[in-house]
């Protein structure tokens, strides 16, 4: 493919999944860009995320217990969401909350969470569109859905849950979360919330809150960048840089060549098989660091 026509319709794409721009807008400019309908076809399948992709850790691994769970989270509500961990796990066990994209908790984000689940964390994934019945098949009704989520309570539902996770039997007391584009956000979002309840965050592509915010953050984190990621970077770099200026345990790492959502696999445009292996071995290397960490 074209590099340019690439460029071209990966930030088109995101106008659309991340800038609320109407898909028949969306996909009249994206048929004019790759020249005909079909060949628009084409280029948006490779584009956007596959939900049949292969998973990288199987369902069925029988080196994990994996599965459905729910639990409360304070005023009657209760969240649902998929956990993971080691079937002979020691007894002493990490916690990791993972964050879904705005496509909702799909099968991309439960291989996620049984990675980390080899690692040697017990990992959970919430779904938060639990509110409204739980992730929907379409990923643009789980991006609608998303969009009109209140934040806030989003937040203060997950800083329950890391709460909770905590007191689990045979935890060892570290939580941290790990959030992917709307994820990664969020992840941000909690490490403001949750104050000492979060001893680590690691943000993949996740826009960033106001500067502002930081003296409320006591998390180590760790941000994954994508160089070619502007929309993103423009708040995500500011945000990295207060972290490190105020005394904060904190690394930024802009990956080169790479464009948002390089790590997810289910994207064949976007993910860079390269950078994602290597982001992933600085992640788990800064969460086995005993407060966070630098990572090469």
Not at 10 to 15: P, Y
Not at 106 to 134: C, K, M, Q, W
Not at 138 to 150: H, M, Y
Request: proline letters at 6%; hydrophobic letters at 45%; glycine letters at 10%.
């Amino acid at each position: 493919m074209n590099p340019d026509i690439r460029r071209k319709a990966i930030a088109l794409h995101d106008r659309f999944t991340h800038g609320g721009m109407d898909r028949r807008a969306f996909m009249a400019q994206l048929t004019r860009l790759a020249g005909g309908t079909a060949a628009a076809s084409m280029l948006l399948a490779g584009i956007a995320a596959n939900p049949a992709a292969a998973a990288i850790v199987a369902p069925q691994d029988r080196r994990l217990r994996s599965g459905r769970m729910s639990w409360p989270v304070g005023g009657g509500r209760r969240m649902k969401g998929y956990r993971a961990e080691p079937r002979d796990f020691p007894a002493n066990l990490g916690t990791m909350l993972v964050i879904h994209e705005n496509r909702g908790l799909n099968a991309h984000i439960e291989d996620v969470t049984r990675r980390l689940a080899l690692a040697g964390y017990r990992s959970v994934a919430p779904d938060f569109l639990s509110p409204v019945g739980g992730t929907p098949g379409d990923p643009d009704a789980a991006r609608e859905a998303i969009g009109k989520l209140d934040l806030s309570q989003a937040a203060a539902d997950a800083v329950a849950t890391l709460r909770l996770l905590a007191k689990f039997p045979k935890a060892n007391g570290f939580v941290g979360a790990i959030g992917f584009c709307w994820g990664g956000g969020m992840v941000n979002r909690i490490a403001v919330e949750a104050g000492s309840a979060l001893d680590a965050g690691v943000v993949f592509y996740g826009p960033a809150p106001d500067p502002g915010l930081v003296p409320r953050v006591e998390a180590a984190m760790l941000f994954h960048l994508a160089e070619l990621d502007e929309r993103v970077n423009a708040t995500g770099l500011p945000w990295a840089a207060a972290l490190k200026a105020a005394g904060k345990s904190v690394e930024s790492i802009v990956h080169p060549g790479v464009n948002h959502a390089f790590h997810n696999d289910s994207s064949a445009e976007r993910y860079d098989k390269a950078a994602a292996e290597r982001a992933w071995q600085q992640t788990l290397r800064f969460l086995m660091a005993p407060v966070g960490g630098v990572v090469e």
